[in-house]
């Protein structure tokens, strides 16, 4: 799927989907970005971005295909536009639905934006006419905004080792509680040893790193969060990256560690393989996964 920002052949058919007419569609469509995510068969995602000030910066729509929807895409359009916001140097997003959009809601809160403020009867003074949604009335939006933090990814020097490992500390203590503690000492002593065998990069959040991968060829030999970080898309911008400018294409999981799991197969990693002993030949299964 690739991203695509396009200035005409708008297409109307997706963003009537997240708006009610084309009239609403026009008022701010022709002074927006529109972006859109195509296959190589067909559109399948828009998204229109307004910039309100040097600092602010508004989805003014997004919208998926009907036979595309709940596949991902529309997390991965967030992803996109945290990307644009971020290489523009806003410092936040805001996104205005329907009160009663209880779905849409959930979609954003999901991708790390919070409620702000409440436009009371906005849809009301908007249309001039009640505007129904699964048999609801349109009256209020709520307003949600996400702030976008200065990070960057930059290859690892073997001076950040220390704050490296520190990372690597964090995330298997918040993460791995089934690992025995003789063998997280163990492997807190080898770690410094593995780090030097893959391509390194950090994720510095405001300066600090926050998390980090290593890649090798096309496997992502390692990828770890702080604890204090999670839940703030620094893994996923990571692995993102790692996809689409290193091409991996393999990675390899503890069995255990279920969360990760999760998060790889919503990337589309699947389980191609399984091995009875990690690397280090101990007792942790490991799954191969690969998309």
Same mark, same amino acid.
């Given at each position: 799927?690739?991203?695509? +920002?396009?200035?005409?052949? &708008? ?7 997240? *708006? ?32 309100? *000030? ?55 809160? +999901? ?21 129904? %949604? ?19 990814? %930059? +290859? ?12 690597? %500390? /964090? ?17 807190? +002593? ?35 969060? @702080?604890?204090? /970080? ?6 996923? &911008? ?13 990675? *390899? ?21 399984? @091995? ?16």
């Amino acid at each position: 799927m690739e991203l695509e +920002k396009i200035e005409n052949n &708008y297409p109307y058919n997706l963003l009537l989907l997240a *708006d009610e007419t084309i009239e609403a569609i026009n008022k701010y469509l022709f002074d927006s970005d529109v972006y859109i995510a195509k296959t190589e068969k067909e559109t399948v995602g828009v998204f229109c971005l307004l910039a309100h *000030d040097e600092e602010t910066i508004e989805i003014m729509n997004i919208a998926v295909s009907l036979e595309m929807q709940n596949k991902g895409i529309g997390s991965h359009l967030m992803s996109e536009i945290e990307k644009i916001a971020r290489k523009g140097k806003y410092k936040t997003i805001i996104v205005g639905t329907a009160d009663c959009g209880f779905k849409q809601i959930h979609f954003y809160e +999901k991708n790390g934006y919070s409620r702000y403020d409440l436009k009371k009867d906005f849809f009301l003074e908007k249309f001039g006419e009640p505007i129904f %949604e699964n048999g609801i009335m349109l009256k209020d939006m709520v307003m949600l905004r996400k702030k976008i933090e200065n990070i960057e990814i %930059e +290859k690892a020097d073997f001076k950040d080792y220390n704050d490296i490992i520190a990372v690597w %500390e /964090s995330s298997v203590k918040a993460t791995h509680d089934f690992l025995k503690s003789e063998d997280f000492d163990f492997y807190r +002593k080898v770690i410094p040893g593995f780090l030097s065998q893959v391509d390194l990069y950090i994720l510095r959040s405001e300066g600090k790193i926050s998390a980090f991968m290593g890649i090798s060829g096309e496997n992502l030999e390692m990828l770890f969060v @702080s604890d204090e /970080s999670r839940g703030k898309g620094y893994g996923k &911008y990571l692995l993102e990256t790692a996809i689409t400018k290193n091409k991996i294409k393999k990675v *390899d999981v503890n069995e255990q560690n279920r969360q990760a799991i999760g998060f790889y197969e919503k990337f589309g990693f699947r389980v191609i393989n399984r @091995s009875e002993k990690d690397p280090m030949n101990k007792d942790y299964p490991i799954l191969h996964l690969s998309l």
